[in-house]
């Protein structure tokens, strides 16, 4: 059964203090992915990666950085966190890219609120 | 670019009716996407309920059927008759010609199955 696994669940920050949010999955993929979901959007692409110590940048990078620094880990950094990041984020991951049929495999999400 | 329509929720149904989440798409990275319905089972992560990559086609899977339909560019979630365990949130997605964009997510429905 594939698995990923986020961390914290939840966490509240403070508006311009740094936020890291944690990925691990032990599925051997090679994709891995980063989400957010806020209200009136779907799930939107923030990051992802296809190799260790390679990020590349998806639809709403702006503010936020990625880190992968080996096949199982991927990590999400807030700089400095603004109220506009409050969402619900979910890491994904996947064998390959498959044309756009690949399936996701999800973690159960982090719930960010900034203050 | 491309996008997802769905059906606004919450949607509340009783147990053993039958439910349909409306689904339709804009692509104008590729001309057949490839179609998904995810599933967000509370306190869980997405996991795919079914795929369907040929325009045609039908995909099924726990007892739920979507059809992709081309010529009206929907691709509707339907179950005959639903159970409690059903009441999640459901996502329709599209995965473009380049899986480097990652999959375009409807805003999901919410869907309550009382018994």
């Known amino acids: 059964e594939a698995a990923v696994t986020q961390s914290p669940r939840s966490k509240v920050a403070v508006t311009g203090g740094k936020v890291t949010l944690s990925c691990h999955q032990t599925?051997?993929?090679?994709?891995m992915y980063w989400y957010r979901q806020d209200t009136g959007h779907g799930l939107r692409l923030i990051h992802y990666?296809?190799?260790?110590?390679s990020t590349e940048k998806g639809d709403i990078p702006d503010g936020y950085k990625a880190s992968r620094p080996s096949q199982e880990n991927f990590s999400l950094i807030l700089e400095l966190a603004s109220l506009s990041q409050t969402a619900v984020y979910f890491c994904?991951?996947?064998?390959?890219w498959g044309r756009g049929a690949e399936t996701l495999y999800f973690g159960s999400g982090t719930r960010l609120t900034v203050l | 670019g491309d996008s997802v329509t769905q059906t606004e929720g919450p949607v509340t149904v009783s147990e053993s009716e039958s439910l349909i989440i409306n689904c339709t798409y804009s692509?104008?990275?590729?001309?057949?996407?490839?179609l998904f319905w995810y599933v967000r089972y509370p306190g869980e992560g997405l996991q795919l309920l079914l795929k369907v990559i040929t325009a045609g086609q039908k995909g099924s899977s726990r007892g739920f059927e979507a059809t992709y339909n081309k010529e009206t560019t929907s691709f509707h979630l339907q179950k005959a008759s639903v159970q409690e365990s059903d009441s999640a949130v459901y996502y329709c997605a599209l995965g473009g010609k380049d899986y480097a964009q990652g999959l375009t997510f409807g805003l999901g429905t919410r869907v309550s199955v009382f018994p």
């Open positions: 599925n051997n993929h090679d994709y």
């Open positions: 990666s296809y190799v260790a110590d």
């Open positions: 692509a104008t990275s590729i001309a057949y996407p490839n």
């Open positions: 994904a991951s996947s064998w390959d």
